[in-house]
């Protein structure tokens, strides 16, 4: 039997669902027809998820911050047989030539469907700037508020009037949307495995006492805008309409990860990080535009080797299998899947078996959206101490997602000192060989 999916269900070259489709559904009494749960969340991602302006399917990102830094050569780029390598054994990978760390073996298997660049170089050596830098893709500057990458997603191909968030964040210390906005900021979410807190009306719903607080809090609002508040008041306004509509949605089940079965949880991991990329999978499948999920840990400077061996198999399996489970759902081919931290860490090993910051060659791994899979670019040195093979900038890699998510790199904004600003850095050269 074929399996039903919410396509099957139109007519063959029909377009998806809509809101008004679904109302004028229920109003011929189709309501108990589609009531099974299953078939009800197939619908709504459909409907919400897919559909883009002109019919196209809309592009997502999901990214994978690796905090602190994680070793280039512990990872993605060893150095077998000189002293920078440590302890580590070196496995083969299903792509000629590229060989990783003994700890990411599900990664190695499915390398074919990765790309990586293995000669990322920046100037930036300190965390703060080092992580605004690959967040935003500027260099850092006092005088500009620079929107995070999942902001920019959100803000030029998600839908921020979307039921869900246009971009989440898990774990983490929230990032900015600079300019760009409230609306473009990330919602928080502390610990994928749990339901979300504060989503019940302390009114009950109840329409009266709903609408006096309403009407009292109009008030307040409007005398404090006009006396100089408007923009706060504007912005307050907005977080409001926001969780109001997250209350409200049906489609607060994106969230909820016991609807998934226990052997595919089980395959992401059982830690905070494995489930939360799991729970990206699951927002990106209900028309969240950007999801950003943190592994936080890989400041290293001190026992580097066990530290980065309890890290990597974390990231292993769930960066593995997010792959697996996207390609399975059709999902991949638009969702761009970046991994990356803010540089990586020395070749030299410091006499507490650590690795200090290294923003002179550090790797970015990619999947999806277009991106050519089994790629590699660049090349290090036998030891990991230079590039000698196509140095890749930041801006270099933001003009690249720019083209595989369908950003116009060239759209202008002001800023709060009254100039405009590219909302991708011009120096920036979209690394061709990345493009399938």
Known sequence: MNRCTPGSLLPRGSRAFSRRDLLALAARGAGAALAAPSLLDLLFRQAFAQAAPGGARRRKLI???????????D?????????????????????????????????????????????????ESTHARAREL??????PNASVNFPSLGSIVAHQIGDLDHDLPAFVQVSGAPVSSGYLGIECEPFHVED???????????????????????????????????RGGARAAAMVDTQRRRARRLMQTRLLSAFELDREPDALRAAYGGGAFGQGVLLARRLVEHGVAAVEVILDGWDTHADNFNRTRDLCRQLDPAFATLVADLAGRGLLEETLVVCMGEFGRTPAITPSLGRNHWPNNYCVVLA????????????????GVKIVKRPVQVADLFATFARLLGIDRDREFPTASGRTIRLIDPEGNVVSELLG
């Not at 009407?215 to 006009?226: N, R, T, V």
């Open 75 to 123: 990872t993605f780029d060893p150095k077998p047989g000189t002293p920078s390598q440590g302890p580590f054994q070196v496995i083969p990978t299903a792509v000629d030539g590229w060989t990783m760390g003994e700890h990411l073996p599900q990664l190695a298997r499915c390398a074919d469907r990765l790309a990586l660049v293995r000669s990322m170089t920046s100037q």
């Open 368 to 383: 999806g959206c277009g991106v050519r899979p089994g790629t590699v670019v660049g090349e290090t040195d036998e030891t």
């Open 63 to 73: 990214l994978l911050w690796l905090d602190g830094g994680p070793s280039q050569i």
């Open 192 to 226: 994928p495995s749990r339901r979300i807190e504060n989503l019940q009306d302390p009114l009950g719903g109840e329409p009266g006492p709903a609408r006096a607080r309403d009407e009292m809090l109009a008030l307040l609002d409007g005398g404090f805008a006009a």
């Open 134 to 139: 690959l967040h935003a893709g500027y260099v």
